[in-house]
């Protein structure tokens, strides 16, 4: 299965699964109204039905808006896109330019000093917001950035699933000046 296939199917597993304590509970009160009666299952069987084709829209929208963010940039788009802590490298980018760039940024709050540079990365329009931290490694002349979608972000929230993907991708973008 490609990485792509794998990101639409973990999200469509865990968007079903977020809502399936919704579902029982509306198929409960169904039957408590009308009692167990074949309209009632009918009524349940369409319900289940509905929140599935739900559940793939809104996996293969997502799925699409994150391969989208990504294209061109080199970051990877797998399943491990929706985790909490996103990582990639760059070549070539001084730590001097890094803090330049983030000060400028308006998305970028906090900015620190030192290496590593640490900061907060709005990847909404929203107060919500990543912990991101840029370390430069002299040795190599790589910038390695990881991005953390804490308690600010609201890692657990349905509609942020993949929010420190995107930020990694608007930070990488950021950096790279495109």
């Given at each position: 299965m490609t990485p792509r296939r794998r990101l639409f199917v973990r999200l469509l597993r865990s968007t079903f699964a977020d809502f399936v304590s919704l579902m029982l509970t509306m198929c409960v009160i169904a039957f408590i109204d009308d009692g167990i009666t074949w309209s009632a299952l009918g009524e349940a069987a369409q319900l289940g039905l509905v929140w599935l084709l739900l559940s793939l829209l809104?996996?293969?929208?997502?799925?699409?808006?994150?391969?989208?963010?990504?294209?061109?940039?080199?970051?990877?788009?797998?399943?491990?896109?929706?985790?909490?802590?996103?990582?990639?490298?760059?070549?070539?980018?001084?730590?001097?330019?890094?803090?330049?760039?983030?000060?400028?940024?308006?998305?970028?709050?906090?900015?620190?000093?030192?290496?590593?540079?640490?900061?907060?990365?709005?990847?909404?329009?929203s107060r919500a917001c990543a912990d991101g931290t840029a370390t430069y490694v002299e040795s190599t002349g790589e910038t390695h950035v990881e991005v953390r979608a804490g308690r600010r972000l609201g890692a657990d929230v349905v509609l942020f699933r993949g929010a420190a993907f995107i930020a990694l991708c608007q930070i990488v973008r950021t950096l790279e000046g495109r």
């Open positions: 809104w996996a293969a929208w997502r799925t699409r808006s994150l391969v989208r963010v990504a294209r061109g940039l080199g970051v990877e788009v797998s399943a491990n896109a929706l985790n909490g802590t996103q990582t990639h490298t760059l070549s070539g980018i001084p730590l001097s330019r890094v803090r330049a760039e983030l000060d400028l940024a308006r998305r970028a709050s906090e900015v620190g000093g030192g290496n590593p540079v640490r900061f907060g990365w709005r990847p909404f329009r």
